[in-house]
């Protein structure tokens, strides 16, 4: 797609651009401190029924993923007791990677009388495409992760430990060493209404 | 935000510009067929763990606004009968509104091994997100909308009549007769994790 879409900015030609990259693959440099800014004010843009800010980031910090390491081993080895060491190191090394690493962690207040828990979910998921988008164009790649590790009570009480929280996964962002392999898109699905 | 971000592509600027716009305040022209296609493509480019296109969009056609004008009116008589007639007219009055209403139906597998349930939401809320960002790079205004009624039972049979999905709200698009107020923009969360 070498041309803008007639009448559009180049914003729609981003996003059909946009591919994960595994952490793996990302590289220093990461974003700096005023890049980093302006990731997470890309965040709040999101829309908010309510304003409830139902999420936010927690950057690990170099001197934190040493420790991160070993609770995802430790996470690893109770969620998956029978895999082995392997697994353990695994995981343990996927702390290491990327340049940044921001935990996404939610505030879902399931009681709320405006918004509704998943309209909150929603709004989660904007804003963490808002953070990979804007990740995109200041020239980095990006991915959001999880996996099962990240359910485990382990991670969680390290991330959201008042119990109202709920660690979502980690954005890692960072300089490509290689391109995402291209892959099929769904083509999306719209369908008609006509209330018959 | 006059300029650009240094090394980006405007993107961010238009993450961050990006204003919902109450659809009564949408007028014709929407997006035409191949426009709403791009839409429709923009969403379907979000992260979506699992691949399970968990989302898809159901345009309310022409004919289809006097149904659901009385749908709205019937599930807001339903939800508050203690409000009166003059609530129903204000709800049936906003199937008028917008000339382009996308109906957001979610479908979210509770059970999958692969991707949990708000992992799910997440990926709908991307979507919608790509759809508000691509809309607006077209020239358009967008605003997701739901509201109590939308949870209505009516309404849920009418859009997602199998009982496995969910009517999340519609994103009404269209030509601004007007801008958004300025509003305050909470600066979003970013804190720093040691793991001590």
Redesign the interface.
């Known amino acids: 797609m070498a041309e803008l879409?007639a009448?559009?900015?180049?914003?729609?030609e981003?996003?059909?651009r946009?591919r994960?990259l595994a952490p793996r693959k990302l590289v220093a440099p990461g974003p700096d401190a005023s890049q980093?800014?302006?990731l997470?004010?890309?965040?709040?843009?999101?829309?908010?029924?309510g304003?409830l800010?139902p999420?936010?980031?927690?950057?690990?910090?170099d001197?934190?993923r040493?420790?991160?390491a070993q609770?995802f081993r430790q996470a690893a080895s109770q969620m998956e007791p029978q895999a082995g060491p392997e697994l353990a190191d695994r995981e343990a090394e996927k702390a290491h990677h990327a340049p940044c690493l921001?935990?996404v962690v939610?505030r879902?207040d399931d009681a709320n009388p405006v918004a509704?828990a998943?309209?909150q979910?929603?709004?989660?998921?904007?804003?963490?495409?808002?953070v990979?988008?804007?990740a995109?164009?200041?020239?980095f790649r990006a991915?959001?992760v999880?996996g099962r590790k990240v359910?485990s009570r382990l991670l969680q009480a390290?991330?959201a430990p008042t119990g109202s929280e709920?660690l979502?996964?980690f954005v890692a962002i960072g300089t490509p060493t290689a391109e995402p392999s291209p892959r099929d898109?769904?083509?999306?699905?719209?369908?008609?209404?006509?209330?018959?």
């Open positions: 879409v009448g559009g900015k180049g914003v729609i981003a996003i059909l946009r994960s980093l800014e302006l997470i004010s890309a965040a709040a843009a999101a829309p908010d029924h304003r800010h999420v936010r980031f927690v950057q690990i910090a001197a934190g040493a420790t991160l609770l921001l935990a939610a879902i509704p998943h309209e979910w929603i709004s989660v998921g904007a804003a963490v495409q808002n990979l988008l804007a995109e164009d200041l020239g991915m959001i999880s359910q390290a991330f709920h979502v996964g898109r769904h083509p999306g699905s719209l369908a008609h209404w006509s209330g018959t």
